[in-house]
T-cell receptor, first 115, second 113 residues
Framework: AQKVTQAQTEISVVEKEDVTLDCVYE???????LFWYKQPPSGELVFLIR??????QNEISGRYSWNFQKSTSSFNFTITASQVVDSAVYFC????????????FGTGTRLLVSP | DSGVTQTPKHLITATGQRVTLRCSPR?????VYWYQQSLDQGLQFLIQ???????AKGNILERFSAQQFPDLHSELNLSSLELGDSALYFC????????????FGEGSRLTVL
């Protein structure tokens, strides 16, 4: 079975602080995909990143970075120098690598960035 | 803008009623997914269609049904509505590979009174 755990329900930081959102996943598949989505207060789900299970390279995109470690089944997301606009709910998700597969989402982490 | 269009954005109705939510996928995407987001259940997968055929089914109630039409738009029908059906319903689409990310619409917020 596929499972994604986001143990942090809510995180509050002050602007310019760095923050890391944790994601731990469970799967028996060797091929799978991991994702992060952002859900701002307006409600839409915005795709941020996709990683496949064979690529453990960390990725950086501006203030965002992702750390994928298969040894600990984790795919953590760090926002550097957080801004108020980063306030949102962030979801980690997992997808099997074969066939027509759904995304399995974690419960999300609400990030509040105050000025 | 993800390219996925959902209508209506908001819907208020009464218990026992029936509603239809509509979704137009991104241009060229053959797969459509429906998800339900509620406060207590989180993001739950309901059903997936690929090029008009049902491909996967999740926690979809028997009172709910969906279909994908030849023009690839999809509709989610919710009937005999209950208070607990109040939620944000998302449609998402993905491309041919089925290994990529899902692109979500803005959602249809259903309130059942």
């Amino acid at each position: 079975a596929q499972k994604v755990t986001q143990a942090q329900t809510e995180i509050s930081v002050v602007e310019k602080e760095d923050v890391t959102l944790d994601c731990v996943y469970e799967t028996r598949d060797t091929t799978y995909y991991l994702f992060w989505y952002k859900q701002p207060p307006s409600g839409e789900l915005v795709f941020l990143i996709r990683r496949n299970s064979f690529d453990e390279q960390n990725e950086i995109s501006g203030r965002y970075s992702w750390n994928f470690q298969k040894s600990t089944s984790s795919f953590n997301f760090t926002i550097t120098a957080s801004q108020v606009v980063d306030s949102a709910v962030y979801f980690c998700a997992l997808r099997r690598g074969t066939g027509f597969q759904k995304l399995v989402f974690g419960t999300g982490t609400r990030l509040l960035v105050s000025p | 803008d993800s390219g996925v269009t959902q209508t209506p954005k908001h819907l208020i109705t009464a218990t026992g009623q029936r509603v239809t939510l509509r979704c137009s996928p991104r241009s060229g995407d053959l797969s459509v997914y429906w998800y339900q987001q509620s406060l207590d259940q989180g993001l739950q997968f309901l059903i997936q269609y690929y090029n008009g055929e049902e491909r996967a089914k999740g926690n979809i109630l028997e009172r709910f049904s969906a279909q994908q039409f030849p023009d690839l738009h999809s509709e989610l029908n919710l009937s005999s509505l209950e208070l607990g059906d109040s939620a944000l319903y998302f449609c998402a689409s993905s491309g041919l590979t089925n290994t990529g990310e899902l692109f979500f619409g803005e959602g249809s917020r259903l309130t059942v009174l």
